[in-house]
């Protein structure tokens, strides 16, 4: 398989700062493409539209509810690995 093939076949949505959006971008090169979205309601309904290899979420796009929608989109989706992206966070007012 070429590898413009097998990046076809790879889709990998991400909820991802933009900043992180260059990085996945270039560690995805011949591998995958990303598919990039605002939300983790709005990569839900991606999944619901298109197979997908992977989601990639960044902590920093987590909030409450995002946090319910990454385990509803685990649950919906069992077959599609869900990781998590550790990076810097802000500071809380407890640190």
Same mark, same amino acid.
Do not use: W
């Given at each position: ?38 939300? =983790? /309601?709005?990569?839900?309904? @991606?999944?619901? !539209? &298109?197979?997908? +290899?992977? %989601?990639?979420?960044? =902590? /920093?796009?987590?909030?409450? @509810?995002?946090? !319910? &929608?990454?385990? +509803?989109? %685990? ?21």
């Amino acid at each position: 398989m070429t590898p413009q093939a097998r990046t076809l076949n790879a889709p990998v949505i991400t909820v991802v700062d933009p900043d992180e959006r260059t990085c996945i971008d270039a560690a995805g090169t011949r591998l995958f493409y990303a598919i990039h979205r605002e939300t =983790v /309601a709005d990569a839900h309904a @991606e999944l619901k !539209r &298109r197979p997908v +290899s992977a %989601v990639l979420v960044s =902590v /920093a796009r987590c909030g409450h @509810e995002a946090e !319910r &929608r990454v385990a +509803s989109v %685990v649950r919906k989706f069992p077959m599609v690995p869900t990781v998590a992206l550790l990076g810097t966070t802000l500071p809380t007012p407890e640190a």
